[in-house]
């Protein structure tokens, strides 16, 4: 049962040199925090996801944090102001969506408007 798990020597990330002991262990990791898909990353711990809600729960969940985000929800682009987040899908998206973005636009800044209320509201 347990040589399954066991391993006769230690395995190396081929990204960051970590090493590690079982493979589960390491495949874990090369998932977490070298795949392609998984683009969007917390900016805290390094730990990358799928998709944004994703590291959205990951934030609040893991390190109690309702961040003001301005990952784009298109992309993997992330910016540390709004207005160059609303430029970027502007630019980037509108010619993919019908209404040249402001959907995305509106849902980004209600997103943000929560964030803020939660935030007020939370006790550290």
Do not use: M
């Not at 390491?26 to 795949?35: I, L």
């Not at 301005?70 to 910016?79: G, R, S, V």
Request: aromatic letters at 12%; a positive charge; proline letters at 1%.
């Amino acid at each position: 049962i347990f040589q399954e798990h066991e391993v006769t020597k230690s395995i190396k990330c081929y990204a960051c040199n970590k090493i590690f002991y079982s493979k589960s262990d390491f495949k874990k990791h090369a998932r977490n925090r070298h795949e392609r898909k998984y683009s969007y990353g917390c900016h805290i711990c390094g730990l990358r996801f799928d998709s944004l809600k994703h590291k959205w729960d990951h934030l609040w969940n893991e390190h109690k944090e309702r961040a003001i985000n301005n990952d784009c929800p298109l992309c993997t682009k992330a910016y540390r102001r709004y207005t160059d987040l609303k430029k970027h899908v502007q630019q980037e998206h509108a010619n993919t969506l019908t209404d040249n973005g402001a959907s995305v636009l509106r849902k980004i800044k209600e997103f943000r408007e929560q964030s803020l209320k939660q935030k007020k509201n939370y006790t550290y």
